[in-house]
């Protein structure tokens, strides 16, 4: 099955920073990559996805670029502000496992004022 | 639409007691999952549906039973409650296919002493 490692595990940043939060994973077949983002006590939110014909996607402050050949794909956040500070989670999926997510650990990420 | 819609919120437990969470999506999702969310471990699949009357199992499945009799509902059954699953569950929903993010419940934390 496939296997999603993230890093950091923690991120502390000043507000205005950037931030980038890494991803690996096993499987060459995944074509789907999710990122959440999730505040103390909330659900998981989507907030960007890229697809394995992309190299990169932006949506305002937040970018994710995809290496297939390195199999890893990367969360870009710019001009960083304290509501950003959250767990965010990156994710891939592939038809073998039915499109069904594998998550990986979760980044706290911690932006100070 | 009211989403994803879990219940109950919380929930204590005595070892050894059954319980079922409840989950129902109002938005025609073929594709639901249940997750749980321990600290440091991000978000493991414990079982997930594809379909009505089609289930199966993920990463975490022991101790956990699950039906889906409706496109609508998909309920998680804990057979004998044990500390160890002491957790907050997520149940996710998402339509069919590999390009489609999953939208979360509001999640259940559960206790069992």
């Known amino acids: 099955g496939e296997n999603v490692e993230q890093h950091p595990s923690t991120l502390s940043v000043q507000e205005g920073d950037s931030a980038v939060i890494k991803c690996t994973y096993s499987?060459?077949?995944?074509?789907?990559f999710p990122w959440y983002k999730q505040e103390l006590g909330k659900r998981p939110q989507l907030i960007i996805d890229?697809?394995?014909?992309?190299g990169e996607k932006k949506d305002q402050r937040i970018a994710v670029t995809l290496n297939k050949t390195a199999k890893h794909f990367s969360l870009h956040i710019t001009e960083t502000q304290p509501e950003d500070s959250a767990v965010y989670f990156c994710?891939?999926?592939?038809?073998?496992?039915?499109?069904?997510?594998?998550f990986g650990r979760g980044t706290s990420l911690i932006v100070h004022p | 639409n009211a989403g994803v819609t879990q219940t109950p919120k919380f929930q204590v437990l005595k070892t050894g007691q059954s319980m079922t969470l409840q989950c129902a999506q109002d938005?025609?999702?073929?594709?639901m999952s249940w997750y749980r969310q321990d600290p440091g471990m991000g978000l493991r699949l414990i079982h997930y549906?594809?379909?009505?009357?089609?289930?199966d199992q993920g990463e975490v499945p022991n101790g956990y039973n699950v039906s889906r009799s409706t496109t609508e509902d998909f309920p998680l059954r804990l057979l004998s409650a044990a500390p160890s699953q002491t957790s907050v569950y997520f149940c996710?929903?998402?339509?069919?296919?590999?390009?489609?993010?999953?939208?979360f419940g509001s999640g259940t934390r559960l206790t069992v002493v």
């Open positions: 996710a929903s998402s339509y069919t296919g590999p390009n489609y993010g999953y939208t």
């Open positions: 890229i697809r394995s014909n992309v």
């Open positions: 938005m025609n999702h073929e594709y």
């Open positions: 549906s594809v379909g009505a009357g089609i289930t």
């Open positions: 499987d060459s077949a995944s074509n789907y």
């Open positions: 994710a891939a999926s592939w038809k073998g496992g039915s499109y069904i997510p594998t």
